[in-house]
């Protein structure tokens, strides 16, 4: 990869990260407009992020967000109030930088045209601003430019030792002062160019602010330096004067009685230096940054994808040493083969926690999306959100957001309704819809509850009688099931939010393909809850190894209970289903050798797996018991994987074929009978 790649690359990185925090700032200082720490964090990420595109040399980009950052400015100043109207259009800049950002991955010129419109409106907001502090600006600008001097507020003795001694061996003492142009870009470049030129005529004894401070640009526009040289004044002017985006310079002998504020004794360096050190401590991490310094490094995913396929082989392999080691009892290479399965499995181990990624990422997009369809739609909705530092496998996290999307937009436009219509039924005029995560077991749950209108068996049977589906057999919970129907809807209009019907059989089939299930619950006029179970991770997961007839299945033993020895007669028979007496309770039996059409004879005696689904016990008869093992999970041909029976196969010890039952579709599917 050249170093234009790697540049684009980290280019891409950073502005993705500061446009995510643009957006949360922005969203928090809307609900605490005085809160000037928050307004500061988002004009430094805005002034970062100009910053970066002009190096870059993208110039359509610089341009709006400089033009984003003057607004900000007024933000800053109080000459504008920090209004609805106002953080909407940052909004709207900070969704078209996006977009532009994606044009640049795309390797599509930027045009200026595509920012036109927003360039218009900002300079409205600035122009309406103009008009009535054009005075106060004079006077700023007036004060400013008598406020440039070369006032030092503190120098180390060691540092004034150091100037007496240049000046007995014939060198000159300057104190400089200097004003970067108001609308430079790149402050801290600037600084360092300025700075390396009188380095090649001198020594630069003293800065202020910090010489780190200047690199990073982190200051407005003025700077102060002390300069041993043996050139002329006329010199260091004329060599500071070949510097562009310069407004001002003053260049004076040093003196220390017209410069100096205050000389450092040692002692009061060591007190500053503990106060410092202390304060470090105590406040270890800023409020409102989102990209705190740690020691972590980027890794393209794709060469997470081939360790991972690596360790998935070192296991399948490790499954077939163990296998033949027990079969042929070959002892000698036991005590090896138990050391290299402990290694496999902390390598294992190590790989899946390094694919593991906060579902945040996704989660952190929801409060600027309900925000901003509650006000198109006149709604007042408030977003809980709770276990965002839940996590899953890279893959799934980042397959999680159109599915997630869809079902928001739907519980914002279909559950909740308007303020007055709440009202009249007793609710609070503002809604709540609910965004949760947490893991269980193998698994991760996540529910989206609103406390709208729910779905009205009634509505729904008379739309699905329209498109010609039958729902006389089906109960209230079938047909409130119907919404995940291809093209079902109820909705009487398409607007630009939901209507199309084109949304919750796609949020289901992403599910299903990341080997989760959706389950639905509604009550009308109290609300909806969906509740999404999706694996911990798609590689390698622990499980029960059963036989039924010949043939060898696995099923995933984060869902599973307990194991128990069913006799036949056991299993009575009601109205439309078996059930076995299981601790007082009568639960559903499923057959496996009918289920699978795999053969019709029943035995005597079963091994009865008692499983745990949505709080609910199954037993699953098998002929046969195995044992525990762990295996790697790999993808199945699609059509075979619409009959809801099979989350994926796996490669066994002996090289066979092991096919991995979907618990939960199977339960799910048998609940539904």
């Known amino acids: 990869m050249d170093d234009n790649n790697i540049y684009r690359t980290l280019f891409f990185e950073e502005s993705d990260d500061h446009l995510q925090q643009l957006n949360d700032n922005v969203l928090a200082l809307e609900n605490d407009p005085s809160n000037l720490d928050l307004l500061n964090e988002i004009f430094r990420s805005a002034h970062t992020l100009k910053g970066m595109a002009a190096t870059m040399g993208y110039d359509v980009m610089t341009e709006l967000t400089h033009k984003m950052e003057n607004i900000l400015e007024e933000f800053k100043s109080g000459a504008i109030q920090i209004t609805s109207d106002y953080v909407s259009l940052i909004f709207s800049c900070l969704d078209r930088l996006s977009t532009l950002v994606e044009d640049l991955r795309e390797d599509k010129e930027l045009r200026r045209e595509q920012i036109a419109d927003l360039l218009a409106e900002l300079e409205t907001v600035e122009g309406q601003t103009a008009a009535t502090t054009q005075e106060t600006v004079a006077d700023e600008e007036s004060r400013t430019s008598e406020e440039l001097n070369n006032t030092f507020e503190s120098l180390e003795e060691s540092d004034l030792f150091v100037i007496e001694q240049a000046i007995e061996g014939a060198h000159n003492a300057y104190s400089i002062g200097i004003r970067l142009d108001a609308d430079s870009m790149l402050k801290g470049p600037r600084v360092f160019l300025i700075m390396e030129k009188l380095e090649q005529e001198g020594d630069i004894l003293h800065t202020e602010p910090a010489a780190e401070i200047l690199e990073e640009g982190a200051f407005e526009t003025d700077f102060h330096l002390i300069y041993l040289t043996k050139n002329a004044i006329e010199d260091v002017q004329a060599n500071i004067e070949s510097n562009s985006e310069i407004d001002r310079i003053l ?166 309704e308007q303020p007055a219509n709440r009202i009249k039924i007793g609710k609070e005029a503002k809604g709540t819809i609910r965004l949760t995560a947490f893991q269980e077991g193998n698994q991760v749950i996540i529910t989206i509850e609103d406390d709208g209108k729910g779905l009205n068996p009634e509505i729904l049977k008379a739309s699905a009688e329209k498109k010609g589906i039958s729902t006389s057999h089906l109960s209230d919970e079938e047909i409130q099931r119907l919404i995940f129907h291809p093209g079902f809807s109820t909705a009487k209009e398409v607007t630009n939010v939901s209507g199309r019907g084109v949304g919750m059989d796609a949020v289901q089939s992403k599910i299903l393909s990341l080997g989760g299930t959706i389950e639905l619950k509604s009550t009308v006029d109290v609300g909806t809850i969906f509740t999404i179970r999706l694996p911990l991770t798609l590689s390698i997961i622990d499980a029960l190894m059963v036989q039924v007839a010949d043939d060898t299945f696995a099923v995933p033993l984060d869902v599973v209970e307990r194991v128990v020895r069913i006799k036949e007669e056991e299993i009575v028979k009601t109205l439309n289903q078996e059930v076995y007496e299981f601790q007082g309770n009568m639960i559903p039996v499923l057959r496996t050798n009918e289920m699978l059409a795999i053969n019709d004879k029943n035995m005597d005696k079963y091994y009865g797996i008692i499983v745990n689904i949505d709080q609910k016990d199954y037993a699953i008869l098998a002929d046969h018991l195995i044992g525990q093992q762990e295996v790697v999970i790999k993808k199945i041909d699609s059509m075979l994987q619409q009959t809801r029976k099979y989350q994926g196969a796996t490669i066994l010890g002996d090289g066979s074929i092991a096919l991995i039952l979907d618990v939960n579709a199977i339960c799910s599917d048998q609940r539904s009978l």
């Open 251 to 416: 260049v004076e002998p040093f003196d220390q009685t017209k410069h100096l504020k205050k000389v450092q004794t040692l002692e009061e360096i060591a007190v500053e230096a503990l106060v410092a050190e202390t304060n470090e401590k105590v406040t270890k991490t800023p409020q409102y940054s989102n990209n705190q310094n740690n020691q972590s490094i980027r890794v393209d995913l794709s060469r997470l994808d081939l360790f991972l396929n690596l360790v998935s082989e070192l296991v399948v392999y490790r499954n077939q040493l163990e296998d033949v080691s027990n079969r042929e009892n070959i002892n000698e290479i036991k005590d090896s083969l138990e050391q290299v399965s402990r290694l496999t499995s902390e390598l294992q181990d190590l790989v899946l926690k390094i694919r593991m990624q906060q579902v945040n990422v996704v989660f952190s997009r929801f409060p600027r999306m309900v925000r901003d369809l509650s006000n198109e739609l006149g709604k007042e909705i408030d977003l809980i959100i709770t276990g965002e530092e839940t996590e899953l496998d890279k893959t799934v996290v980042s397959e999680l957001s159109d599915p997630l999307v869809h079902l928001l937009r739907n519980s914002i436009d279909h559950g909740i």
